[in-house]
């Protein structure tokens, strides 16, 4: 199975600020067909089920707002916040669809500072 | 609008059957992709699987395999979770979960659209 480890488990921004979260895969999931990276963000907040925000490692899903910008490649991915709202507080995860077993890391959790 | 509408709440003692559902609208439910994720209490998200209503076609993660059974009846747009005896440790928060189209040969793909999820208690 391809792991999956985000860092730091926990964060706490300053409103206004930027916030970056990062993950790490075990292997590229760089899918040579489309030579997109097969990974996505979500952000879940307490008692919601998950929100799509980024896929294909920096597409943002319609509607999310361009505060949220993905980036990496290969087996070293971004998530940025470049300016932290007060509703951005959330736990983020990152997911590689790249090949199944599908794997999630473990999730960042954001706080405002 | 894309829509997963996922049944109640269920309690349940150890060694119980339960077949919790995942109603959809708004989309062609066989030509997408559908999901179910687990996450238990305080934890993260975990993949159990994806099933391809159109032909049935079902994938499982190892860790989930012969454990649940994932199904789904296109005639009335729904997807299934199915256990045949719970246990304490499968108390948890199952989401289902609509994959997105992915590129031609492959079958992995990000989840747009979420149920509400379904809270499943096992206790004696």
């Known amino acids: 199975d391809i792991v999956m480890t985000q860092s730091p488990e926990s964060l706490a921004v300053s409103l206004g600020e930027r916030a970056t979260i990062n993950c790490k895969s075990s292997?590229?999931?760089?899918?040579?067909?489309?030579?997109?990276?097969?990974l996505a963000w979500y952000q879940q907040k307490p008692g919601q089920p998950p929100k799509l925000l980024i896929y294909?490692?920096?597409t943002r899903e319609y509607g999310v707002p361009d505060r949220f910008s993905g980036s990496g490649s290969g087996t070293d991915f971004t998530l940025t916040i470049s300016s932290l709202q007060a509703e951005d507080v959330a736990v983020y995860y990152c997911?590689?669809?790249?090949?199944?077993?599908?794997?999630f890391g473990q999730g960042t959790r954001l706080e405002i500072k | 609008e894309v829509q997963l509408v996922q049944s109640g709440a269920e309690v349940k003692k150890p060694g119980e059957s339960l077949k919790i559902s995942c109603k959809t609208s708004?989309?062609?439910?066989?030509?997408?992709?559908i999901g179910w994720v687990r996450q238990m209490p305080g934890k993260g998200l975990e993949w159990m699987g994806i099933?391809?209503?159109?032909?049935?076609?079902?994938r499982y993660s190892p860790s989930f395999q012969g454990q649940v059974t994932i199904s789904a009846d296109k005639s009335i747009n729904t997807a299934y979770l199915q256990w045949s005896s719970l246990k304490a440790s499968d108390t948890a928060m199952y989401y289902c979960?609509?994959?997105?189209?992915?590129?031609?040969?492959?079958?992995?793909?990000?989840?747009?659209?979420w149920g509400q999820g379904t809270l499943v208690t096992v206790s004696s």
């Open positions: 979960a609509r994959q997105s189209v992915v590129p031609a040969g492959k079958i992995e793909g990000e989840f747009d659209y």
């Open positions: 708004g989309y062609s439910f066989t030509s997408y992709w």
């Open positions: 099933i391809y209503p159109g032909d049935s076609d079902t």
């Open positions: 292997q590229s999931v760089l899918y040579s067909s489309n030579n997109e990276n097969h």
């Open positions: 294909w490692a920096s």
């Open positions: 997911q590689q669809c790249y090949t199944t077993p599908i794997t």
